[in-house]
């Protein structure tokens, strides 16, 4: 249950795991920030062994309260993607725009209307383009329940986020430890009277728990991905290449190894297996696979984020793909879902934990 501990103005809340199947990997707990958008700090998870593990890079809750203060360097949420699992809405990935002059913001076309987001995000290189970045709700408190130890859920009367957004929403989250499954759902709801524009996605930091990031290996059934300029800026040109007889072919029953690649790259045309999209992280030196897969049928693409120097793979199930609005894209369908007034549209991503051999 939750904790004295507060981040972002609320408490944080511990979820533990009562229906576990008997044998093999399960997660057993996990740890949500409802101050911070119901974002993940943690899941633990018990592998075929006995031993329960971290399964997610992220500081302990002390740390965390640190980290996630609102200072400069924590602007719009920022912080809150750079562990654990931020839920990123009402887009994911960036958003380009014209920069204004003594604001941290750009101006930008959403949807046909005119908006100014935060500029929280950019190239590091001089010159280098600044972007909002993630979403809405980085940094936003959202009410929550708690009604059993394996579940909680929140409900964030979001209307038009700030005066920044097309329409107005209401965002219903769940988190659940089911079946020895992490799962999360969420469910945008169109409360306003016009159309209202919706991206979700997920940003998770899937630790690699044997440490030797060379060996372990990812799957995505994907026939195209997402070229972009460079890997500083990371913005989409409006090309899709196929990762067909390529070096982003990571569709393979047993994907391909990470070795020294550096991956910041959105994959689309997702191949779907039973009738879910489905992506994999698997660390063959500690026995073990994650399987994230979405039923959602707005899940469009995976973005994944995978430094060389670092043992952890950032898999994000997501609506749209970067910039979605850009003219880069032409009349190119990027994922960005359109609920008509009254209606809603529903996300989920669920991972399950498994031993090699045995998916």
Not at 308 to 331: I, R, S
């Amino acid at each position: 249950m939750a904790q004295a501990l507060r981040i972002g103005g609320e408490p944080l809340i511990r979820l533990s795991a009562r229906d576990l199947r008997p044998a093999g990997p399960a997660f057993v707990e996990a740890t949500v920030l409802p101050g911070r958008g119901m974002m993940l700090l943690q899941a633990r998870l018990r592998q075929a062994s006995g031993e329960v593990i971290d399964a997610i890079v992220a500081p302990d809750p002390d740390a965390a309260a640190h980290e996630l203060d609102g200072g400069p360097d924590d602007f719009a949420g920022n912080k809150a993607f750079s562990f654990g699992g931020a839920i990123l809405a009402p887009s994911a990935n960036r958003i380009r725009g014209r920069p204004v002059e003594g604001a941290r913001e750009i101006e930008t076309m959403v949807a046909g209307r005119a908006v100014r987001l935060p500029r929280n995000w950019g190239g590091k290189a001089p010159g280098a383009e600044q972007y909002a970045m993630h979403g809405l709700i980085l940094d936003v408190a959202v009410p929550w329940r708690q009604e059993s130890p394996d579940r909680v859920t929140g409900l964030l009367e979001a209307g038009d986020f700030g005066g920044r957004w097309p329409g107005r929403a209401a965002l219903d989250f769940e988190w659940r430890l089911e079946g020895g499954d992490l799962v999360l759902r969420l469910a945008a709801h169109n409360v306003g009277a016009e159309p209202l524009p919706m991206g979700v996605g997920w940003h998770p930091y899937f630790a690699l728990p044997s440490g030797d990031r060379r060996q372990a290996r990812l799957r995505v059934p994907a026939r195209s991905w997402v070229p972009v300029n460079n890997y500083d800026e990371v913005l989409p040109t409006g090309r899709i290449a196929e990762t067909s007889n390529s070096a982003f072919d990571f569709g393979g029953p047993a994907g391909q190894p990470l070795a020294e690649r550096y991956l910041d790259d959105c994959f689309t045309d997702l191949r779907r297996e039973a009738g879910q999209a489905v992506a994999e992280v698997r660390d063959p030196a500690a026995g073990l696979g994650l399987r994230i897969a979405s039923p959602s049928p707005h899940v469009k693409a995976f973005q994944v984020y995978a430094p060389p120097d670092k043992a952890f793979v950032v898999v994000e199930p997501q609506f749209n793909l970067a910039d979605p609005y850009g003219a880069e894209w032409g009349a190119r369908d990027t994922g960005m879902a359109t609920v008509p007034p009254g209606g809603s549209v529903s996300y989920e991503a669920r991972v399950t934990a498994f031993t090699l051999g045995n998916p």
